[in-house]
């Protein structure tokens, strides 16, 4: 099944990879929102009711990661993508956890021109918690595939939303979780990143949207973002890791109204209510 | 004469939901010269009408009330209608809005005169004067019956299911229910265990899914008491869930074959394959009508006492029902549970604007309002739950409220205004409603090939329902802004406005 009936597929060779993309336009018409998914992920599994929900209002352009050895590799997929699917019309970068470390790396070192940035449940520099959580995962990737998925589950969803769930359709979720072909690489590659030294060089007005019970990346890294990066703003949401999963809607409203006014009405160091509705 | 009562600032029509919301923001705003006319006996509105057996909310209570009220005492997670109908009388008593309802009071009509610029409004009880009338009435308040020749002829008993009567005993009886939308789904399994015979008259088979139900238990409402922001909380869930619900309804194949799937995996998990679960498979792309939720509503066709009849009905005659294929289905009681006038509300024919205009004149092609409540013409009158208010999915009480928040403001700006009178212009009007139709292009309500009462069939214009999200509906309608109203500006773009389902260009 497509992700947005308007969505043209294509692909670019980086470093020997290939990367899937999947663009509602075309280079030089309108303004994209590019969205960069997490470890392990695609735009399907990361964008599925986002990408619909911001294509009803923008040229949006997903990607599907390729493999690659490096964290700089992952970089230059990103880039190469809006090299070549833009010309010079301004871009709006959105990132989900890894796929936020990638983004403000492309955005800091301007090897193409971001205009808006946007980290969902991002961090800047792995910490030791992390390294023992990916430690455990790669023990259970290696033993025993059904614990792992159900480890997985467990510590990407918040607790509301798991809460929520019948037994048969929490099941159903942890039967649903695959591992892709690049995910052991993103593991390890998420064990050393380090974009800390970069936030600085990031001048993109940016929004960082935390997840309050975020157990794979405690919403402390997105408060460190927020403290890091000089041009941004604040929103917490009260999900676990799976934001976007959890709670589309919002997440899309929040990009939204950034990409199209939040800018110019929200100073950069404010803190959003994202309480009221 | 003494039945002549006035003048007052505001005269409201109707005391359910709507009506006791905005009387509630009015004292609390300090606005105290009001009065509400209520055709019933008693407050509640639809909850008070619709009494049937199994008469229950498909939104999660704890979304289903007042911002301004939470209720951590809700006893399900869908409350009965009982619950909800004692909540709306503990909000009109305890915002000591109680006395100034007048009960019995049906608006026969409502006239505007540009001589004193004062709304006559005479009712059942009297007339009032007042300088801003509202229509609160709702838009699923009066019944439809089926139009079926004969049934006056029939000699059991008939009734439409928000008019059910409670004394009359249905045990042992041979009864017909016809209709399969949201009421019915509620009846069918409640009454099927106590009737001898049942047969459920299908025009067009609903969607349904799963209904999470279950009882809050004691420690979860003492939680909400003490610990507010946990009903907060889950609120703000609630919302956000049936937000994406919203996506899951347009547009995109992805989302609405999940849904779709879920709705017919909910089918197949209850009803074996064969004839029966065939025709309660619906024909039509999901979403369309409205889709309903109900775990016990598929397995009451298992019983042997019920029956599903999808042949079309012919004719009633004095022992029951003809279908076309020949076959009398003899009856003791027809129950029409056929739904309400949605489309061509019945208070829009007591409703007069300048020069005697008749809203439902005005309204001849399709109802339309600036911002959903304001008509050209119709100084000073305000509506809620009128034109594109419907929501399939989110609250209504949070579409009322957003819509009382624009009113009460535009009422203290009559109030305090010296001119004293408010009326929008047509072209804002106009400009208003054709982005609404904008919005609608390619909707599956105007394009999913099923029959509804989202659509009005006079102009296949999409009048009843907002075709976006929730969220949206406030950000675009709450705000009001007097000079808007006018026709000297140019800002009759709808601002802020979000439309899902249209393609990118």
New interface residues.
């Given amino acids: 099944m497509k992700i947005h009936p308007d969505a043209v597929r294509g692909s670019v060779g980086v470093g020997g990879a290939e990367v899937t993309y999947y663009d509602t336009g075309r280079p030089g018409a309108g303004s994209p929102v590019v969205l960069v998914h997490g470890t392990g992920g695609s735009a399907m599994a990361h964008f599925r009711t986002v990408f619909p929900m911001l294509a009803a209002r923008h040229r949006v352009i997903g990607l599907d990661l390729g493999r690659a050895e490096t964290f700089e590799g992952l970089v230059s997929q990103v880039e190469e993508v809006i090299a070549v699917r833009t010309f010079a019309e301004p871009v709006a970068l959105v990132g989900y956890s890894l796929g936020a470390a990638i983004a403000t790396a492309v955005a800091a070192r301007r090897a193409v021109t971001i205009d808006k940035l946007v980290l969902i449940c991002g961090w800047a520099k792995t910490d030791s918690v992390q390294r023992a959580r990916y430690g455990l995962w790669h023990r259970l990737y290696a033993e025993d595939h059904d614990a792992l998925k159900i480890f997985s589950t467990l510590m990407s969803f918040g607790q509301t939303y798991l809460d929520a769930r019948t037994p048969t359709d929490l099941r159903a979720l942890i039967d649903a979780r695959t591992f892709s072909p690049g995910i052991v690489e993103q593991m390890r590659i998420n064990e050393n990143v380090d974009v800390s030294g970069e936030l600085e060089y990031v001048v993109s007005p940016t929004l960082i949207i935390g997840g309050a019970s975020d157990q794979m990346v405690p919403i402390k890294h997105s408060r460190l973002l927020f403290g890091a990066i000089e041009n941004s703003r604040f929103a917490e949401i009260p999900t676990g890791h799976a934001a976007t999963t959890e709670r589309p809607a919002q997440v899309f409203k929040l990009i939204d109204d950034f990409v199209r006014e939040l800018p110019h009405t929200t100073p950069a160091g404010a803190v959003l209510d994202t309480a009221a509705f | 004469m003494s039945n002549q009562h006035g003048p007052y600032d505001v005269v409201i029509a109707g005391a359910g939901f709507a009506g006791i919301g905005l009387a509630t923001k009015l004292r609390r705003e300090g606005l105290n010269n009001f009065v509400i006319l209520e055709r019933a006996d008693d407050v509640g509105g639809t909850w008070r009408d619709n009494h049937y057996p199994g008469a229950a909310c498909d939104v999660p209570s704890h979304l289903y009330s007042f911002a301004h009220r939470p209720n951590p005492d809700w006893s399900h997670i869908f409350a009965p209608q009982k619950e909800i109908l004692e909540y709306i009388r503990a909000s009109a008593r305890e915002e000591q809005i109680d006395d100034r309802i007048e009960f019995n009071a049906e608006v026969l009509s409502a006239e505007w005169s540009d001589l004193d610029s004062v709304w006559t409004i005479i009712s059942s009880a009297g007339t009032y004067t007042a300088r801003v009338f509202i229509s609160a009435v709702g838009h699923l308040s009066d019944p439809k019956m089926p139009a079926i020749q004969g049934i006056e002829s029939f000699a059991g008993k008939v009734f439409h299911s928000a008019n059910w009567d409670d004394d009359y005993e249905l045990a042992g009886k041979r009864v017909a229910v016809i209709g399969t939308g949201a009421s019915s789904v509620q009846i069918v399994p409640s009454i099927a265990p106590v009737v001898e015979q049942l047969t459920v008259f299908q025009r067009s088979a609903p969607y349904i899914t799963a209904r ?1 139900d279950r009882e809050y238990t004691t420690a979860e409402k003492r939680m909400f008491h003490r610990l507010p922001e946990t009903l ?2 889950q609120r ?2 609630m ?3 049936n ?2 619900r ?3 309804r347009r ?5 609405v ?1 999940a849904v779709q799937s879920a709705a017919l995996n909910h089918l197949a998990s209850q009803i074996p394959a064969g004839p029966l679960r065939d025709k309660l498979t619906p024909d039509y792309t999901i979403g369309c009508k409205r889709i309903l939720k109900s775990d016990d509503y598929f397995p009451a066709f298992l019983q042997a006492n019920v029956s599903l009849e999808t042949t079309p009905i012919v004719e009633v005659v004095g022992s029951g029902i003809r279908t076309a294929d020949g076959a009398l289905h003899e009856l003791d009681v027809i129950v029409a549970s056929t739904g309400f006038e949605a489309v061509d509300l019945p208070i829009a024919h007591r409703v007069y604007g300048r020069g005697r205009e008749l809203l439902a004149e005005r309204w001849n092609m399709g109802m339309q309002a600036y911002a959903t409540v304001a008509v050209n013409g119709f100084p000073n009158f305000w509506i809620i739950n009128g034109p594109n208010t419907g929501l399939g999915h989110n609250s209504s009480v949070y579409v009322a409220e957003a819509q009382i928040e624009h009113i009460v403001e535009a009422i203290s700006h009559v109030l305090e205004s010296a001119a004293g009178m408010l009326e929008v212009a047509r072209a804002v009007e106009d400009a208003y409603s054709a982005q609404v139709d904008s919005m609608s292009q390619g909707t599956v309500w105007l394009d999913g090939g099923c029959r509804s009462w989202y659509v009005d069939a006079r102009s296949n214009r999409l009048t009843t329902i907002w075709p976006d ?1 929730a ?1 949206s509906f ?1 950000e675009v309608n709450s705000p009001f802004d007097a000079e808007r109203y006018g026709d000297d500006n140019s800002m009759h773009e709808i601002e802020g406005i ?8």
């Fill in positions: 999470p907060a909380a703000r869930d919302f956000w869930a937000e994406e919203y996506a899951q547009g995109t194949p992805s989302l074959q999200f969220f406030r979000r439309p899902i389902g249209q393609l990118a260009q």
